[in-house]
């Protein structure tokens, strides 16, 4: 039977081994799910109907997602991004009928993520009938991942760890939600990168796109993760390369880095059966993380990937590469108020 749309063909993994115990789910366009989510849920509430317009801030493949929907479904569509979105994407969002714009200087808070909210507000106020999908705290961002939960339970059965890129917080939150309905012990790791607040670094300018943020999202559940890794800029621009150049799969960058990740963790786990999320396909990154020449003028440019993280026991304290941390289902609060201690080494936790 033909998929009814573009949307129903391509919004959910493909499950693909990439290891003795290691399986990537592996998407075209991962926020395509939650963006198709979210529209028809607020469609069943009566939130959007006949001429309602769909204001959203996002810098990247939520917004492709989102434009792709609305197109679809004749909706209007306002994106209020930044700098980040290249100009490919510029081109992808306004030829499905997106009404981009740009803000083009950050908040002296919370950087462009925070001014973009501040627009968002604004055109609310212009656009009496209109709605926000809002991904950073709208629950059904989360609940979207029910059924890939329920396809990668179909296929593999039992699983024991789950590691995946943290940026809004939904799909790694969502998908191990409901995988321990079947293993409540299951292993939550989220990767994030160097300057991003969501596990308590400070706040700084971050090369890598779609990991991390500036603002902390609400969908962030923090005492669902048992471990965090942080992965800077060159690890995972080389990590990503590795993917392509090993596996054939060309990904994005928060997919190379949760990689990077979840193969170091799986090796250290051979019992156990570890998924990991890969989001979107690498596209939108030949000019940028696949160009030596732009890695080189970035400074960015590694000839490999670290054999190993550095443990640490406080996300202040941690270094400039590529570090673990037990996060021990804890609330931030909870790790930050905890005082650091020193001389702590190891290596991945066993399931």
């Given at each position: 039977?033909?998929?009814?749309?573009?949307?129903?063909?391509?919004e959910l993994p493909r499950l693909v081994r990439l290891g003795p115990n290691l399986y990537g789910a592996v998407f075209s366009l991962m926020k395509?799910?939650?963006?198709?989510?979210?529209?028809?849920?607020?469609?069943?509430?009566?939130?959007?109907?006949?001429?309602?317009?769909?204001?959203?801030?996002?810098?990247?493949?939520?917004?492709?997602?989102?434009?792709?929907?609305?197109?679809?479904?004749?909706?209007?569509?306002?994106?209020?991004?930044?700098?980040?979105?290249?100009?490919?994407?510029?081109?992808?969002?306004?030829?499905?009928?997106?009404?981009?714009?740009?803000?083009?200087?950050?908040?002296?808070?919370?950087?462009?993520?925070?001014?973009?909210?501040?627009?968002?507000?604004?055109?609310?106020?212009?656009?009496?009938?209109?709605?926000?999908?809002?991904?950073?705290?709208?629950?059904?961002?989360?609940?979207?991942?029910?059924?890939?939960?329920?396809?990668?339970?179909?296929?593999?059965?039992?699983?024991?760890?789950?590691?995946?890129?943290?940026?809004?917080?939904?799909?790694?939150?969502?998908?191990?939600?409901?995988?321990?309905?079947?293993?409540?012990?299951?292993?939550?790791?989220?990767?994030?990168?160097?300057?991003?607040?969501?596990?308590?670094?400070?706040?700084r300018p971050r090369l890598v796109r779609g990991l991390g943020n500036s603002l902390l999202p609400a969908n962030v559940r923090h005492d669902a993760?048992?471990?965090?890794?942080?992965?800077?800029?060159?690890?995972?621009?080389?990590?990503?390369?590795?993917?392509?150049?090993?596996?054939?799969?060309?990904?994005?960058?928060?997919?190379?880095?949760?990689?990077?990740?979840?193969?170091?963790?799986?090796?250290?786990?051979?019992?156990?059966?570890?998924?990991?999320?890969?989001?979107?396909?690498?596209?939108?990154?030949?000019?940028?993380?696949?160009?030596?020449?732009?890695?080189?003028?970035?400074?960015?440019?590694?000839?490999?990937?670290?054999?190993?993280?550095?443990?640490?026991?406080?996300?202040?304290?941690?270094?400039?590469?590529?570090?673990?941390?037990?996060?021990?289902?804890?609330?931030?609060?909870?790790?930050?108020?905890?005082?650091?201690?020193?001389?702590?080494?190891?290596?991945?936790?066993?399931?």
């Amino acid at each position: 039977m033909p998929y009814q749309s573009i949307v129903d063909a391509t919004e959910l993994p493909r499950l693909v081994r990439l290891g003795p115990n290691l399986y990537g789910a592996v998407f075209s366009l991962m926020k395509l799910l939650p963006a198709r989510f979210m529209i028809d849920r607020a469609e069943d509430r009566g939130a959007l109907g006949t001429g309602t317009t769909i204001i959203e801030t996002s810098s990247g493949t939520f917004a492709l997602g989102l434009a792709m929907v609305a197109r679809l479904r004749g909706y209007q569509l306002k994106i209020v991004g930044d700098p980040a979105i290249d100009r490919n994407l510029r081109m992808r969002l306004r030829g499905l009928g997106a009404d981009v714009e740009i803000v083009e200087r950050a908040g002296a808070q919370g950087g462009y993520q925070q001014a973009r909210l501040d627009r968002v507000a604004e055109l609310c106020e212009q656009i009496p009938d209109h709605f926000v999908p809002g991904q950073y705290d709208n629950k059904d961002n989360p609940t979207a991942y029910g059924r890939v939960a329920e396809l990668v339970g179909d296929a593999l059965g039992h699983v024991d760890c789950l590691v995946g890129p943290v940026g809004s917080g939904g799909s790694t939150g969502g998908l191990a939600s409901f995988l321990r309905l079947a293993n409540p012990g299951l292993h939550l790791v989220g990767v994030d990168t160097h300057g991003s607040v969501i596990f308590g670094m400070e706040d700084r300018p971050r090369l890598v796109r779609g990991l991390g943020n500036s603002l902390l999202p609400a969908n962030v559940r923090h005492d669902a993760y048992d471990e965090v890794h942080w992965v800077n800029a060159a690890e995972t621009f080389r990590a990503t390369r590795d993917l392509h150049e090993r596996k054939a799969l060309f990904m994005g960058a928060t997919s190379g880095a949760a990689h990077l990740v979840a193969q170091w963790w799986a090796a250290r786990n051979p019992g156990a059966k570890v998924v990991v999320m890969l989001p979107d396909e690498g596209n939108r990154y030949q000019e940028t993380v696949y160009s030596e020449e732009w890695l080189h003028a970035n400074g960015v440019l590694a000839d490999r990937v670290p054999d190993a993280p550095h443990r640490e026991d406080h996300p202040r304290s941690a270094g400039p590469d590529w570090s673990w941390m037990p996060w021990g289902r804890r609330t931030l609060d909870e790790v930050l108020a905890a005082a650091p201690a020193h001389g702590l080494a190891g290596s991945g936790a066993a399931v």
